[in-house]
């Protein structure tokens, strides 16, 4: 068959795609959950974003840093008291399985998610069926990555630790989220900027936060409440080793970002987002700067496989 006879790519459906649900490869229209499950009330489950990204040169679907999401997917887990069924070696296999069955050839968001499925009222965390599933799906752009976006700070604030664990990615806290970014979306604002009850800066409604001044990269410290993000490791990892800069974890005041060079967001769904306004203050000269660039040209260079000191990232679906 020559090119010109091949047929069009055309993804399938999401209720005929293939995900993986309690141990079995099945079809998302075949997969049905009850009216009283338990996460659906209590949020109580536990989730990962991966993405996969396509290569139309080398015709390959990468996933991205699939260990590190399940690892702390198995974190994540562990605090909810949620018993997954699976290594991360076994959750990647399947992964991957359903990737080449759903046969995707255009960038894909990957979706593990691990709960609590008993059909039954109270809330608890003990002696509750627990479920896991994986789907997929294809995904473009989660915020604007090339002209930049303009933040403000919520007013809703950062849900402590001491009150819901922040570094686990569980489904409850996402009300949080929800909240802020519906309150910026109202405002005017493309996305949320939350801060933690002491009044520091702990990250945007769903991504990691850095600013630079000087020269120097700086992101909030674990301690502030934040998720800790993979995309975030990357950014550091790319930051110190490929730009040469320096990378601190600390503190970051409200009035600081006002005064950055550049202030930009990260994770999964944002990649890397330049954020050029936050309170209508402009942030440097109101435009994506050096680093943040930089930084976006080395992180689609590398998901996409053009980097071959990182391949060791990526997973190749084909």
Request: hydrophobic fraction near 40%.
């Amino acid at each position: 068959m020559t090119a010109e006879q091949k047929p069009a790519y055309k993804a399938p459906t999401q209720a005929e795609s293939w995900v993986y649900f309690n141990g079995e490869f099945k079809q998302y229209k075949d997969v049905h959950l009850g009216l009283m499950t338990h996460a659906l009330h209590y949020g109580t489950g536990c989730f990962e974003g991966i993405r996969a990204y396509w290569n139309e040169n080398q015709q390959q679907l990468f996933c991205l840093l699939m260990e590190p999401h399940f690892k702390r997917l198995h974190n994540s887990a562990k605090i909810l008291r949620i018993e997954l069924p699976h290594t991360v070696e076994q959750m990647v296999e399947a992964t991957l399985e359903i990737m080449r069955r759903n046969a995707y050839r255009e960038d894909v968001y990957i979706r593990p998610l691990a709960f609590k499925s008993s059909e039954e009222i109270g809330v608890r965390l003990h002696g509750l069926q627990d479920s896991f599933a994986i789907y997929t799906a294809p995904f473009g752009n989660y915020v604007d990555v090339d002209a930049g976006i303009r933040c403000m700070v919520s007013s809703w604030r950062r849900v402590d630790d001491n009150a819901a664990p922040a570094r686990a990615k569980v489904t409850g806290i996402y009300i949080n989220s929800a909240l802020a970014k519906t309150e910026a979306n109202e405002n005017g604002f493309d996305e949320a900027i939350v801060l933690t009850q002491e009044g520091h800066v702990s990250e945007g409604s769903a991504e990691n936060l850095f600013i630079v001044r000087d020269g120097v990269v700086i992101t909030p410290s674990a301690s502030d409440n934040i998720l800790e993000g993979v995309t975030r490791n990357v950014m550091m990892q790319l930051a110190r080793e490929d730009l040469g800069l320096t990378v601190v974890e600390r503190s970051i005041d409200r009035s600081e970002l006002y005064v950055a060079d550049e202030v930009f967001l990260c994770g999964t769904g944002a990649q890397v987002s330049p954020v050029i306004e936050v309170d209508h203050r402009q942030i440097g000269d109101g435009k994506p700067g050096v680093v943040t660039q930089g930084l976006q040209r080395l992180y689609f260079d590398t998901v996409k496989g053009r980097v071959e000191e990182r391949l060791d990232w990526l997973h190749p679906v084909y």
